[in-house]
């Protein structure tokens, strides 16, 4: 999904300040997401129902050759519809900042990574720690490790490049690499720095990616599976 949004912004030449504009609803609350994630998430909905899109379980989405006809697609205003495929994400979303607390949010992060494969993960709890919220092994193939340090931040707003900055420089000569997890987003210049040449990296996780993490891992999230009969006439004829 960020290589669509990075492909749709280069298209269209999105000015940076748009593409990093948090969505607001109709009702004037503030969403985890930008604007343009909003939009993209509703548009690959859309295009998923009417066939023309699909995804894998692990979140690749492909064309499928249907070519759309210009009725067909029809603008969002006038559906009166939201984005379906958000709608557990958001909410999600909305329990990390509504209900847990910072150091229950901390804990959360810390049993993710121990379901993805981290060891030794310890949340340090400590203030004035420059914003290292905890610490671990990530093991690469059962052969590789890597000493990891992450940032917990639950937030309705964006994440900036001077946050992604201040990060790095508490991590000096304490890990490999950098792990910032928010329910909020990052906006592109945060996205820049995190990769930027001769710095330590920091892998981001927003919001969408944390929810869908989650459920990857049933950490909260239940999914509940529709059992669909179908009868094989032609084998009770062959008896």
Do not use: H
Request: hydrophobic fraction near 40%; charged fraction near 30%.
């Amino acid at each position: 999904m960020d290589e669509i949004a990075e492909r749709v912004i280069a298209s269209l030449q999105i000015p940076d300040e748009l593409a990093s504009r948090p969505y607001v609803s109709r009702r004037g609350r503030r969403d985890p997401r930008t604007q343009l994630e909003y939009d993209l998430a509703w548009a690959r909905t859309y295009l998923k129902q009417l066939g023309a899109l699909q995804n894998s379980e692990r979140g690749v989405w492909a064309l499928t050759g249907k070519e759309l006809q210009a009725d067909q697609v029809v603008p969002r205003d006038a559906t009166g519809e939201t984005s379906p495929a958000m709608a557990w994400q958001e909410r999600i979303n909305m329990l990390l900042l509504d209900v847990l607390s910072p150091a229950a949010f901390e804990r959360l992060i810390q049993r993710m990574l121990r379901e993805t494969g981290f060891i030794q993960v310890e949340v340090t709890g400590r203030t004035g720690d420059g914003g290292i919220d905890g610490t671990g092994i990530a093991k690469i193939n059962g052969i590789l490790s890597f000493r990891v340090v992450f940032q917990c931040k639950r937030r309705r707003g964006g994440i900036g490049a001077s946050e992604i900055r201040d990060f790095r420089g508490a991590m000096q000569g304490r890990a490999d690499k950098g792990l910032f997890v928010t329910t909020g987003y990052f906006t592109r210049d945060a996205v820049k720095e995190s990769t930027r040449d001769g710095a330590i990296a920091i892998d981001l996780v927003d919001g969408e990616r944390l929810a869908e993490k989650l459920k990857e891992l049933r950490l909260g999230v239940k999914i509940e599976l529709t059992e669909n009969v179908t009868i094989d006439e032609d084998w009770f004829k062959s008896i």
